[in-house]
């Protein structure tokens, strides 16, 4: 039901974004993180879980998969499901007020129609296009 994801960076969260095959609007909450406080390392999980129970609440028997990410190949998931409705505003997203953010809030598009340089197809001859692919 909801996605807590690392909020590294731009480039991170569209790549988890790609790989998970997620839709824009699973992805706000953790875009919306990255707008407001920045990559804030491990702690920007916890920056989107309360962005989602500040903004759109969340349901009793609803589950969460929270995503941190690290240099190399650290990584930790924690897959939740809430016990009760929670529906609280969290000092920190306070100037929200309870509203959910749109895409056109942020300060670039994350939707899956928009396309990156790398889903464009190659410039490169057929032939140069087969030796670096092979």
Same mark, same amino acid.
């Given at each position: 039901?909801?996605?807590? @994801?690392? *909020?590294?960076?731009? *480039?991170?969260?569209?790549?988890?974004?790609?790989?998970?095959?997620?839709? *824009?609007?699973?992805?706000?909450?953790?875009?919306?993180?990255?707008?407001?406080?920045?990559?804030?390392?491990?702690?920007?999980?916890?920056?989107?879980?309360?962005?989602?129970?500040?903004?759109?609440?969340?349901?009793?028997?609803?589950?969460? @998969?929270?995503?941190?990410?690290?240099?190399?190949?650290?990584?930790?998931?924690?897959?939740?499901?809430?016990?009760? *409705?929670?529906?609280?505003?969290?000092?920190?997203?306070?100037?929200?007020?309870?509203?959910? @953010?749109?895409?056109?809030?942020?300060?670039?598009?994350?939707?899956?129609?928009?396309?990156?340089?790398?889903? @464009?197809?190659?410039?490169?001859?057929?032939?140069?296009?087969?030796?670096?692919?092979?």
């Amino acid at each position: 039901d909801h996605f807590l @994801l690392h *909020a590294g960076g731009y *480039a991170i969260l569209r790549g988890i974004q790609k790989g998970l095959r997620l839709p *824009a609007e699973k992805m706000l909450p953790s875009f919306a993180s990255l707008r407001d406080f920045g990559n804030t390392s491990s702690s920007s999980t916890w920056y989107t879980w309360s962005y989602i129970e500040s903004t759109m609440g969340v349901a009793k028997g609803e589950t969460i @998969l929270q995503v941190g990410v690290g240099g190399g190949m650290k990584s930790g998931v924690a897959y939740w499901k809430a016990l009760h *409705a929670v529906k609280d505003i969290h000092p920190c997203w306070a100037h929200l007020n309870g509203i959910p @953010l749109k895409e056109a809030d942020l300060p670039r598009p994350i939707s899956n129609e928009y396309k990156s340089i790398f889903d @464009l197809p190659s410039t490169r001859a057929p032939e140069e296009q087969a030796k670096v692919t092979s």
